[in-house]
């Protein structure tokens, strides 16, 4: 059976169950994305239009986010945790139908938990989402119980993250015997119309949606990936809202009648991983002395055009637990004397050397991953050549560079690399890259940072429900990273939006990258 | 066409050369750019690698001739020093089509029988390809890099050369002086450098000036698509992509390499258009292009 053929019996179905009601009257939604949608079937997608579109409108999650990544109910209204903090026990809301017509209940929490974590079914974005997750368990029809082998603070985060722990109709799933049928039915407050080839995706209003039907009838998803088209098509009114504004036109773009700019607030950051495992940057002083040398503020004013926050902790202000620990300001001078303290004495060719040893490094720069990342990485080096290393930039290929971050400490070729992360818990955001375990090929710690100390912070926080005590775990683990600089710190990320003064109500969920939230828009024409 | 100097009666090849006003204009904008590659860089003082954040997108007039780009850098020292990358490059990458072309031609030419069959049908499934997308493909083989870009450029023009000698070669084996000097037992390899090759050199010259053209434009091409290595080395397609960006900003940042590509080649054409004109004689009737 065809995608078209599964979408016409989804739709029979559906007909009986859409009486006349009153219809939302927010008009049609144009929205241009940077960014293709890759796949349909959120759990098994990490990409940011999966996640944004598809993900957080055709379903809903256990909980969600709100605009300060506070947790709010979302499938679930209420839950608790059992004394030993291994089981988690959710009351799930009542009168909820998938777009198929089917009940939500506590078979499909239970069929969504264990597709997720199936390793046969390779659903990535799912198996982050209820990772740490044993078992899950119907008590009844309305509760859940997820068994985890240790208490599991981060859950509640990475289940409303994006899109990642959406709740999809195990029908819809058992219906498509091969993942390209599949056809997205969730208890979203959109309903799927149609996805075609050249990327245009089409939701309408779900009626039904048990919070009560979104004001936009329809929202029409096109991809146009050169930034200077989609300005030229917000400008011309042929769209009503795009992503990813070029830096450069966001300052004009302010100006221009009809049209507002957001800047979308995300918990992302940008940073330089020094190998620590490498001479020099095995040495302390070293990597703070190439952290004072950097002129961050001055990046993100000319070169991101004020797009964006210097760094004052290894994760993103928009986590629940950020703590303002540093920043290392643009102190050459510091940075000479770390370099002098070190040993590294001025050489006869201007760099600093240190018994016949160059301070040299090749800084790695992945094409077209970072904004401006080309630009940005010329500029470090360039800094750091005038405090006497020599750094060079060298361009790689995404597919190289993932390469690259595979191979473990004994033959990685990492010298300086520059990277990015960003989530919704602290324990993803902190862990997967600066935990000694997640050390390359096991994880994505690229700078092969260990301390022992921020280990055992690390785990303890992850096992620690208690909010406060929690926090408090994070302040010092944070504080520590900024002290040790396993990294170059550069800045938080920042994406400008803009739409037509027509639309009304767009919200930002800062997780992860950044996500538009639409469920509240609506376009006056 | 317009003449320039009637009063040059002679038909040296001087004459030929710049009695076409286009092919003289040619040939002063392309010396004058090669000047500006082989004494420009000692001339400017500002470090065309020096980056200065404050300074960037400082319009023309204010900080040096061009004014700065978007990392503030000196648009002037780059712009000049990316006249040798892209003249260096594109000459290296004609130099390594010669090195390889003019050899297999040679012997191909020469020989003939199945040699010429094998190593013409490869060369003439290699032309099958467009040129940038073949010179892609061996830099993704090869990786990133200018050395790389050269080198893939340069393979590019191996066909052509070869086609062309191997044309000419066919033609000159048979000639009576050839003939003479096998018949007098004058090895291979003597024949094909003292006798053959010497008259291969006028289409060459040719084809290697008007081929000097394209490998610029591919070179440039390579650089814009950002396989050029170095992202800090100057070059004009490298900077003609960076400068899109901000093609509303601060236009002159990809407009200026983006002439100075435009200039290089179209002098180069003129002037190699003129030579053909000038070195073939069964076009000094100036009908059509040039045979390839």
């Known amino acids: 059976m065809t995608r078209r053929s599964w979408l016409l019996l989804a739709m029979l179905l559906l007909a009986p169950l859409t ?63 059992s004394r030993d903090g291994r089981t988690w026990t959710f009351r799930l809301r009542r009168g909820v139908r998938f777009h198929d017509g089917t009940p939500f209940t506590a078979d499909a929490v239970v069929f969504n ?413 | 066409m317009k003449r320039c100097s009637d009063r040059l009666r002679r038909p040296g090849l001087w004459s030929t050369l710049v009695r076409d006003c286009s092919g003289l204009v040619g040939l002063l904008l392309f010396a004058a750019i090669v000047a500006v590659a082989v004494i420009g860089p000692w001339t400017v003082r500002s470090d065309p690698l020096r980056v200065n954040l404050e300074r960037a997108f400082a319009p023309p007039g204010t900080s040096g001739l061009f004014g700065a780009d978007h990392l503030g850098r000196d648009l002037t020292a780059r712009l000049i020093w990316g006249a040798r990358t892209s003249l260096l490059s594109g000459a290296g990458a004609l130099a390594i089509g010669l090195a390889a072309g003019v050899p297999i031609g040679l012997v191909a030419g020469y020989r003939r029988g199945a040699v010429d069959e094998v190593v013409m049908g490869l060369l003439e499934v290699l032309m099958a390809f467009p040129g940038i997308l073949l010179a892609i493909l061996a830099v993704a083989v090869l990786g990133a890099g200018r050395t790389t870009v050269v080198v893939a450029v340069g393979l590019v023009s191996v066909p052509l050369v070869a086609r062309v000698v191997r044309g000419t070669t066919l033609a000159l084996r048979e000639a009576e002086y050839v003939l003479a000097a096998r018949a007098l037992g004058v090895g291979e390899r003597r024949i094909l450098w003292r006798h053959i090759l010497p008259g291969c050199l006028s289409p060459l010259i040719v084809l290697s000036v008007l081929r000097l053209a394209t490998t610029i434009v591919t070179v440039s091409g390579l650089g814009f698509l950002g396989l050029g290595g170095d992202p800090a080395v100057p070059e004009w397609g490298a900077m003609l992509s960076e400068g899109l960006a901000y093609l509303r900003r601060a236009p002159h940042l990809a407009l200026l390499p983006g002439a100075a590509i435009l200039l290089t080649v179209l002098s180069v054409n003129l002037f190699g258009d003129a030579l053909n004109d000038a070195l073939n004689p069964r076009l000094r009737s100036r009908t059509g292009g040039p045979p390839w």
């Open chain 1, 19 to 81: 009486p006349a009601r009153s219809a939302p009257s927010g008009g049609t939604l144009t929205w241009a994305l940077h960014v293709p949608i890759d796949r349909l079937d959120p759990p098994a997608s990490f990409s940011l239009a999966t996640g944004m579109v598809v993900g957080r409108n055709l379903f809903d999650r256990l909980v969600e986010h709100d605009e300060r990544l506070n947790i709010v109910p979302g499938l679930a209204t209420s839950w608790s945790t």
């Open chain 1, 113 to 525: 938990v264990q597709r997720a974590l199936d390793p046969q079914l390779r659903l990535p974005a799912g198996a982050f989402a209820w990772a740490g997750v044993r078992a899950a368990r119907k008590v009844d029809d309305f509760t859940v119980e997820l068994v985890t082998d240790e208490p599991l603070a981060p859950l509640l985060n990475n289940i409303a993250d994006s899109g990642l722990g959406a709740i999809v109709s195990p029908r819809a799933v058992q219906a498509a015997r091969d993942p390209r049928e599949f056809v997205p039915v969730g208890t979203g407050p959109f309903k799927f119309v149609r996805w075609t080839p050249d990327g245009e995706f089409v939701m309408e209003a779900n009626r039904d949606y048990w919070g009560g039907p979104p004001r936009l009838e329809r929202v029409v998803v096109r991809i146009s990936p050169v930034p200077a088209t989609r300005v030229n098509q917000l400008e011309a009114g042929e769209i009503d809202l795009i992503t990813q504004v070029p830096l450069a036109e966001v300052g004009r773009l302010r100006g221009v009648r009809g049209v507002e700019v957001g800047i979308r607030p995300s918990t992302s950051w940008t940073y330089i991983a020094l190998n620590n495992l490498k001479p020099p940057l095995t040495d302390v002083r070293v990597r703070r002395a190439f952290n004072y040398a950097v002129n961050k503020r001055l990046i993100v004013d000319r070169i991101l055009f004020g797009v964006g926050e210097v760094a004052d902790s290894p994760i993103g202000s928009a986590y629940r637990d950020h703590h303002s620990a540093k920043v290392y300001e643009y102190e050459p001078a510091t940075a000479r004397r770390l370099f002098e303290e070190a040993g590294w004495r001025p050489g006869p060719d201007g760099f600093r050397q240190k018994d016949g040893a160059r301070l040299a490094a090749t800084l790695w720069v992945p094409v077209g991953r970072f904004a401006e990342g080309t630009a940005i990485a010329q500029a470090v080096a360039s800094f750091l050549r005038g405090v006497g290393a020599d750094v060079r930039v060298e361009e790689i290929e995404f597919a190289t560079y993932l390469a690259e971050a595979r191979r473990g400490p004994g033959e990685s070729r990492i010298e300086m690399v520059m990277a990015g992360w960003g989530t919704a818990d602290p324990d993803t955001g902190m862990r997967l890259v600066l935990h000694s375990s997640q050390w390359p090929p096991a994880g994505n710690n690229l700078a092969f940072y260990r301390n022992p100390e921020l280990d055992g912070l690390l785990d303890r926080a992850r096992t620690t429900l208690d909010p406060q005590a929690r926090r408090a775990l994070y302040q010092r683990a944070q504080t520590l990273v900024m002290n040790d600089a396993p990294w170059l710190f550069l800045h938080e990320r920042r994406e400008a939006v803009a739409w037509r003064s027509a639309v009304r109500g767009v919200r930002f969920i800062p997780s992860s990258a950044g996500l538009v939230d639409i469920r509240q828009v609506s376009v006056a024409r």
